[in-house]
């Protein structure tokens, strides 16, 4: 019955912003982090960042700092991820998961994920 839902991706120019959405149901942002990852084709999943309530915190991964920033709506039980400044590589599917808390990026101690949504970075 845990349920997360990924949408916001498409395709953007360089240069440009995307804000992504994760909605969540059956877990509660009180108890539980949220983490977003990346796959492309070829290359492993890789985390970019980690937000939770309990404690409050935000995490991210070196490369991201800066051109991404996620935040949370507990009411609405929804993660944001924003983008700004995209680059090709940046194309990807992008995908939300849960966890206990954040401090790790590691994809095989997140329990459930999203179907994930395309992010295209292309002009």
């Known amino acids: 019955q845990v349920q997360l839902v990924e949408s916001g991706g498409g395709l953007v120019q360089p240069g440009g912003s995307l804000r992504l959405s994760c909605k969540l149901t059956g877990v509660t942002l009180d108890y539980y982090a949220i983490g977003w990852f990346r796959q492309a084709p070829g290359k492993e999943r890789e985390g970019l960042s980690c937000?939770?309530?309990?404690?409050?915190?935000?995490d991210y991964a070196d490369a991201m700092k800066g051109r991404f920033t996620i935040s949370s709506d507990n009411v609405k039980n929804t993660v944001y991820l924003q983008m700004n400044s995209l680059k090709p590589e940046d194309t990807a599917v992008y995908y939300c998961a849960t966890r206990f808390f954040c401090g790790s990026f590691a994809a095989a101690e997140y329990d459930h994920w999203g179907q994930g949504t395309q992010v295209t970075v292309s002009s």
């Open positions: 937000i939770s309530s309990s404690p409050a915190m935000t």
